[in-house]
């Protein structure tokens, strides 16, 4: 099975800074015959499921703002959130869905307000 | 809009077992399976498995092979998830999810209480 691995756990950044979450994962998700990186970042607030952020490593979901974005290929993955929110406060995850099902979430990166 | 509407919570004593529902509305039930997903107090996301909702069939991680049933009732369009032989470590949020190749919208979350 794949595993993904996030650094850092967890990450401290000052309101209106940039914030960046790294994603490894231990096999490439580059499926090639559609050049797709099967890989997705999800946010968790304190007592909500997780929401949806980026699919196909860069893409981002409905009613997403456009200062997060994600970036990477194959096994190297990153989520940058360009000038961070007091509401941006969360757990992130990043998720492989390249043998879908199973899916793999990495452990979670938690970021906080310096 | 899409809705996946779950159970409430649940209180139950080692060695029994839980049933939990997911209701869904606002999209074709058997065009999206349902993949459940567990988080532990304070920890990460931990995938369970998986049910087709065209056909019924399931996939499961290792751990937790034998001992959850997932199951869907296409009439209702809801879909449940049973875990037997519950033990303290069980305690969790169970979350039901929409899921094809992605896990787009998600329930409200289940908590599952295991105490003696």
């Not at chain 1, 231990?26 to 015959?33: A, K």
């Not at chain 1, 959130?81 to 941006?88: C, G």
């Not at chain 2, 937790?64 to 037997?84: C, N």
Request: hydrophobic share 30%.
């Amino acid at each position: 099975d794949i595993v993904m691995t996030q650094s850092p756990d967890s990450l401290a950044v000052s309101l209106g800074e940039r914030a960046t979450i790294n994603c490894k994962s231990s096999q490439s998700v580059l499926y090639t015959s559609n050049n797709e990186n099967y890989l997705a970042w999800y946010q968790q607030k304190p007592g909500q499921p997780p929401k949806l952020l980026i699919y196909w490593a860069s893409t981002r979901a409905s009613g997403v703002p456009d200062r997060f974005s994600g970036s990477g290929s194959e096994t190297d993955f990153t989520l940058t959130i360009s000038s961070l929110q007091a509401e941006d406060v969360a757990v992130y995850y990043c998720q492989d869905y390249y043998s879908s099902p199973p899916v793999t979430f990495g452990q979670g990166t938690r970021l906080e307000i310096k | 809009q899409v809705q996946l509407v779950q159970s409430g919570a649940e209180v139950k004593k080692p060695g029994a077992s839980v049933k939990v529902s997911c209701k869904t509305s606002g999209y074709t039930f058997t065009s999206y399976g349902i993949s459940w997903v567990r988080q532990a107090p304070g920890q990460g996301l931990e995938w369970m498995g998986w049910i087709s909702t065209y056909n019924g069939d399931t996939k499961f991680t290792q751990k937790f092979q034998g001992r959850v049933t997932l199951t869907i009732d296409t009439a209702t369009t809801t879909a449940y998830m049973e875990l037997t032989s519950l033990t303290s470590d069980d305690t969790a949020v169970y979350y039901c999810a929409r899921e094809h190749l992605l896990t787009d919208y998600w329930g409200q979350g289940t908590l599952v209480t295991v105490s003696s």
